[in-house]
């Protein structure tokens, strides 16, 4: 792998030649397992990581390009295609996968490596089977689609079209009308999209059911457990976090939403008055993409030595595409190109304080990836998400001393605004969650059912939310916003679980900066070579399902709630 290459604008695509890439890696398979030293077997374990660093670094330039344009024809049938041949080389895989668990050098990769390598192969081969390869053809097919769907919706609003995020800054104005307003075509929108969305979420479910069955597993909450690398704890263990969550917090958020109805001076509070938390108006950074980036890369520089490092890097080769524009995926995410050990961050800029969340968060996952690629081999590269998501909030609380730069006179209001979002967002967290458990422990739900079961979650654990009369809203119709749900099932209570270790790390750095400076590092340069409890103790953070850990955590953040600007 190497860091050699210009900007992400001037990497140039190739389709990659799948019948001569198939060859090589028979090639090196075959070498592999006639190794006669461990010598050999580690080299040819070298060249087949490289070999798969360069054809996901393909797919990824295909897959950030398309991203940016959902209409761009050309690089929808690239990633199409692209994801059919990577589900199509599974058999090979499944192959790579067989002759690392049988190498007689096996002691010594785990001395080198350690052993998450082999769990995360036993992993893949319990939940592997070629029968999924339509399936995961199929699923791709519609994924796709869920994603184009939702990145083309646009309504006129105010005379300007807007999509999903061209309103979340009118979701915030000063002028509660224009907020209602906002709310009801951003509710409309969704209602307009349900028939198509609830037709791809119910083909997704029985395909999910179905390639879980072909695994032999006998629902698809266990399946996804294990393919999410979940080693270290069970679904009773996140019921029981989710308890923590609604005993602890979602009392605190019910003060704190009353606390707001008084600031904001509104009889009631109705979801359009969730998103701003002062009655002159929210925090929004000062300047526009170009100075937040140029404040961020001085922002870094100052952190530390890592962070200089990371972040000139990254402004060197503009791995960045961050303002919202037509037929551009929505949300905002990190993602690796493991042939350039170069991460990269899309966002949609809109204007508000998530601008700054996006050049925080993201940076986290960035700068993660960055250590983590030049400290470890491929397969220990990457963690689980709730390991993935501390390096990224964590980072968001670390920068806080820096935030005057992006938010001048305004920024105590912009750090306390932060700090409530983090809290009020945890019961959200959970009732995504908990309505994965429900759909998938009852497949035959039909839309309405599904529904319901949203609504009445979002009572259980945000019973503060008041839709003023909105239909589709008050049906249940909120869930669809969530592309996780539709994208990556199961991936959302990391948030919640993450965000524990977010909070100790911003406490002890308030204690022992430097210590948990360090800590942090290190855990950034794990990588993803130990469990994820393993990694908690590593970087000295407590475990989230211990008794009573929810409220150590507010613990660390309650003093300052308790002092809104």
């Known amino acids: 792998m190497s860091t050699q290459f210009g900007k992400f604008s001037e990497i140039t695509y190739t389709r990659p030649n799948i019948h001569q890439l ?15 030293d461990f010598a050999s077997a580690d080299k040819l374990f070298f060249e087949r990581n490289e070999l798969y660093a360069k054809l996901m670094t393909t797919y990824t330039v295909a897959h950030i390009r398309h991203d940016i344009n959902t209409a761009d024809k050309y690089y929808e049938q690239e990633v199409t295609y692209l994801l059919n041949h990577l589900a199509l080389l599974l ?6 996968n067989k002759a690392m668990l049988k190498t007689p050098y096996k002691r010594q990769f785990i001395e080198k490596y350690g052993d998450m390598m082999f769990k995360d192969a036993e992993t893949f081969e319990k939940t592997s089977s070629w029968k999924n390869i339509p399936l995961s053809i199929r699923m791709n097919k519609l994924t796709m689609q869920y994603s184009k769907l939702v990145a083309m919706a646009k309504v006129d609003f105010n005379g300007e079209q807007c ?25 409309g929108l969704y209602a307009k999209l349900a ?13 999910r059911i179905r390639s879980a069955k072909n695994a032999k597993f006998s629902n698809y909450i266990d399946f996804m457990y294990l393919t999410r690398g979940r080693y270290d704890y069970t679904q009773s263990d996140v019921a029981k976090f989710r308890n923590q969550i609604l005993d602890t917090v979602t009392p605190l958020c019910c003060e704190l939403i009353e606390q707001q109805r008084q600031r904001i001076g509104v009889d009631k509070m109705h979801i359009y008055d969730e998103s701003i938390l002062f009655a ?53 995410y990190c993602i690796t190109m493991l042939e350039y050990q170069a991460p990269f961050i899309f966002s949609n800029f809109n204007g508000t304080a998530a601008d700054v969340q996006v050049l925080t968060h993201e940076a986290g996952h960035c700068f993660n990836m960055y250590l983590s690629m030049r400290q470890n081999v491929l397969p220990n590269i990457s963690s689980t998400a709730e390991v993935n998501e501390i390096h990224s909030k964590s980072m968001e609380m670390f920068t806080y001393p820096y935030w005057q ?45 599904r529904r319901a079961t949203w609504r009445a979650l979002e009572k259980k654990y945000m019973p503060w939310r008041d839709w003023d009369g909105n239909a589709y809203m008050e049906s249940g119709g909120f869930w669809m916003q969530k592309q996780h749900i539709f994208l990556y099932p199961f991936y959302y209570i990391d948030y919640a679980l993450a965000q524990m270790g977010a909070y100790e790390f911003y406490g002890r750095s308030k204690i022992e900066p430097t210590k948990a400076w360090d800590d942090y590092v290190n855990l950034c340069r794990a990588g993803g070579s130990k469990s994820y409890l393993e990694l908690l103790e590593l970087a000295n953070i407590s475990s ?22």
Request: proline share 5%.
């Open 22 to 36: 198939k060859k090589d890696m028979v090639k090196l398979l075959t070498q592999f397992i006639n190794a006669k």
């Open 91 to 96: 058999p090979l895989q499944r192959k790579a």
């Open 163 to 187: 999509n999903f995020y061209g309103l979340l800054k009118h979701m915030q104005d000063t002028d509660r009308q224009i907020r209602k307003s906002a709310y009801e075509a951003f509710a």
């Open 195 to 207: 028939p198509e969305l609830d037709e791809i979420y119910t083909k997704l479910i029985k395909l």
């Open 280 to 332: 002159d108006g929210n925090a929004d950074p000062i300047g526009d993409k170009d100075y937040l980036l140029q404040k961020t890369l001085e922002m870094y520089q100052q952190l530390s030595q890592e962070t200089k490092e990371f972040f000139e890097f990254m402004t060197d080769h503009q791995l960045f595409d961050l303002e919202t524009k037509p037929n551009k995926h929505m949300g905002g």
């Open 405 to 449: 730069v992006f938010f001048g006179g305004k920024t105590d209001k912009a750090r306390y605004a932060h700090l409530v979002d983090t809290l009020c967002t945890l019961p959200y967290m959970c009732t995504v969650d908990e309505f994965q458990h429900e759909i998938y422990s009852h497949p035959r739900m039909n839309a309405d059912q």
């Open 544 to 565: 989230p399902f211990a008794d009573c850990t929810v409220e150590r955590a507010i613990n660390y953040i309650k003093p300052e709630l308790d002092k809104a600007p």
